[in-house]
């Protein structure tokens, strides 16, 4: 059981499970100038589906690189900013992983699951707490400035694994994964 998986007494409410949603390329990258470095439709399909009912939580950059909410989930920004305003009344802001998991409780949201969607350094921090990573491994090594960190293999295990061909929506090939962290 993942350190946020863990109640702190008995009557105590589950906490979600925190859950990566990542699409990495071969080499580790997983953004370029602020950007995704492919157009895959399929992928963002998954990625919508994934996360529709739910809230997610997201760096100011990523934020700003999309510019509104999504539709149909709760967005949360994490940011180290005090002041921040996302100019959309919808949406949160927290400054700690800690604080965007009290406002899921705060929210009519399905709750089984707080989904971490980007950027690098939000994965990084909430990597260490992570019970679930749904990764699109892009078959391709393109250029990029933004790495995804590389798992440990005595850490996580592939529970799930669709392989999908490139075509006409989707420039890549890639394999869909679901990961769970070892007990």
Request: charged share 25%.
């Amino acid at each position: 059981m993942t350190d946020n998986q863990k109640s702190n007494s008995p009557n105590s409410p589950q906490l979600p499970v925190l859950s990566l949603v990542v699409a990495v390329a071969e080499n580790g990258v997983i953004g370029n100038a602020g950007d995704l470095p492919w157009r895959m439709s399929g992928d963002l399909k998954r990625f919508k589906q994934l996360t529709m009912g739910h809230a997610m939580v997201m760096g100011r950059k990523t934020y700003d690189s999309i510019g509104r909410p999504l539709p149909g989930r709760v967005t949360i920004v994490l940011t180290k900013q005090r002041d921040y305003d996302p100019q959309h009344g919808e949406v949160r802001v927290a400054h700690s992983l800690e604080e965007a998991t009290q406002q899921l409780v705060q929210t009519e949201m399905q709750q089984d699951q707080l989904f971490v969607v980007g950027g690098a350094e939000i994965y990084r921090l909430a990597l260490p707490h992570a019970g679930r990573i749904y990764r699109t491994v892009v078959h391709a090594t393109p250029e990029g400035d933004t790495r995804f960190a590389e798992l440990d293999a005595h850490e996580w295990r592939v529970v799930e694994q669709t392989e999908y061909a490139a075509d006409e929506k989707n420039e890549f090939a890639c394999t869909w994964e679901v990961l769970e962290r070892m007990e």
